[in-house]
């Protein structure tokens, strides 16, 4: 074997190093300014992950259901196995009723697609909203899917303002909060508000 062919044992191969790429930051804190923009009462949660999705939720505590509950001592209920038994015939009856109105769900990402993905799932439940850098904001693909699944769309603009590029679904359809998983969402929601309450 000749000398070319050979490869030293002592040699480091040396792999091509990549700069990193800058990503836009996501537009979290344009989240208030959003949900002034599309008029959502309540108040604004921290993002959260729903359904595998980040989110922002926002929300109003029904203080007099929150009241009746804690009279029964139904706190929040998060386990969503433990949710799922309200469905049963026998449990039925005797579920407790949500006490947080969800006015919105926000998805705040840097492409639209992570951002429909995110808001998608949440349509049945609330009105739903992305918020996006100005440029995939108003992508004509972007516009026509967020018709189509109901979103309205955001871009972020000039220090901390937000621009209503397209309107959405105003209300939730009748059909919301019909499943057990409408419901976990609902519970967990409430929880969050309790502890952004107890934080305030």
């Given amino acids: 074997m000749s000398d070319l062919t050979r490869t030293s044992a002592s040699a480091t191969v040396r ?3 990549m700069p990193p790429v800058d990503l836009p ?27 595998g999705r ?15 509950r804690l009279a029964a001592g139904w706190g929040p209920v998060t386990d969503r196995m433990s949710v799922g038994t309200w469905s049963w015939p026998e449990l039925a009856s005797r579920a407790p009723e949500p006490a947080v109105l969800i006015s ?18 949440f349509g049945g439940l609330a009105p739903t909203a992305m918020l996006l850098p100005p440029g995939p904001a108003r992508d004509t693909e972007c516009l ?6 109901g979103a309205a769309v955001l ?5 901390d303002l937000v621009d209503l590029v397209q ?4 209300g939730r359809l009748a ?17 969050r508000v309790l502890a952004e309450l107890a934080n305030a």
């Avoid at 980040?54 to 929150?66: G, P, Q, S």
Wanted: proline letters at 7%.
């Fill in 54 to 68: 980040r989110v922002v939720v926002v929300a109003e505590l029904l203080v007099d259901v929150h009241f009746d």
């Fill in 104 to 121: 919105g769900v926000l998805a705040p990402a840097r492409h639209w697609r992570t951002a429909l993905t995110c808001a998608a799932p």
């Fill in 144 to 149: 026509n899917q967020a018709d189509y699944y």
């Fill in 25 to 51: 930051p996501l537009p979290d804190h344009l989240a208030e300014e959003a949900a002034a923009v599309l008029g959502w009462d309540g108040m604004v949660l921290p993002p959260m992950t729903l359904l």
């Fill in 167 to 170: 309107g959405g679904r105003c």
């Fill in 15 to 17: 792999t091509p190093v």
């Fill in 175 to 191: 059909t919301a909060c019909s499943t057990t998983i409408c419901r976990w969402v609902y519970e967990v929601v409430y929880d």
């Fill in 155 to 159: 871009a972020s603009a000039d220090g």
